[in-house]
């Protein structure tokens, strides 16, 4: 078994520059094979098939820690400064709706979901302190309403077992990939549906033209002090954050001890959502530029890196424990798939803004693109857009839909 964090780190970064290679190779069988296994899957599994095997040994590295407390912040920062409040309101009142009917749409649904669950199978949601499943699902709410930070962030305030975390892993991120194959493969009858909608959907075309033209305009090449630049607003955030989580959290478990039900007296809650308020202020700033040099995508190499290392504390034998997880995670999508076509058809929306609004949620910057650029590549900065929405609102959000399905599972 390899102890050593340095080598297993060189691991890590070795499966994640091994499946970005091949994932971008033209041939047919990997395109087919991607196809099927989505990337981010990989990037969860491999860490864990090394773990499961007793390779490395995720129960005592010290990497995910580390990279928790530090990496996770600033990619949150990093994520939320981009935040183009202009362009998203020049994309209309349809783009923000449908965005927040998914947001609504995964808050009911997993409260019902799961009490829809419980009523048949009771044991399917049964379990005491870490192993309680509610727990496990709060992070699947972080994860469809923002994306694999909030995720984490709501592992670590709810703190379900490694176990039950890696069942709900697997319902999250095949699920997950199950709807985003609906809506690309939905994309191609977009007519139809939006004739079904009684949409009108002219104007994104617009809308296109006019995202191809910022980004043309604004994007360049990173110099090592725009790097620099980034580096200091992600982790001096971060620092900023833990220190004001030293200052809140025992003021609040002294004077208000009956908080701690809710979690409010974790430090770790504090530090992702001061660091995630830090970062919607500052993208109303200049330094909101530094999204044209890098900042979402350096942060997304933070989180694949947060990925691997949550990977290879996964148990792979665990994950077919407790199949029934997959039935509330379905029951769970259906709920959501539901509400954003029903909202959608009431306002007449067009089916492009619904895709992009669920995938916003449900699958974040990294997938979001892939579902926008479906209708139109010109349209994926759409996807980019509405997914920095969900990191912003992701921890919140998923906080309170994790309060509701304790409350149901306590009924």
Known sequence: MIQNDAIVLGILMLILALVFYTASLPQRGWQRFYGVVPPLLLCYFIPGVLNSLG????ATSQLY??????FLPACLVLFTLGMDWQALWKLGPQALLMMLAGTVGVMIGGPIALWIVSAVSPE???GEGSEAVWRGLATIAGSWIGGGANQTA???VFTPSD?????????????????????IYAAGYTARIDARLRADSSHITTIQKRLEEIELSNQRIPATRDLMYLGAVGFGATGLAHWLSEQITPFLATNFPELEKYSLTSPFFWI???????GILLSLTPLRRLEFVGASRLGSVFLYVLVATIGMQMDLGAVADNPGLFAIGLVWMLIHALFIIGVARLFRIPFFFAAVGSQANVGGSASAPVVAAAFHPSLAPVGVLLSILGYAVGTYAGYLTAIMMQWVSEM
């Open 55 to 58: 390779i490395i040994d995720g």
């Open 65 to 70: 820690p580390v990279v928790s407390r530090y």
């Open 124 to 126: 399917t949601v049964s």
């Open 154 to 156: 709501l592992r670590e």
């Open 163 to 183: 176990r039950l975390f890696s069942q709900v892993v697997a319902v999250d991120v095949l699920v997950a990939e199950l709807w985003m194959a609906v809506l």
């Open 272 to 278: 992702v959502s001061l660091v995630t308020i830090i």
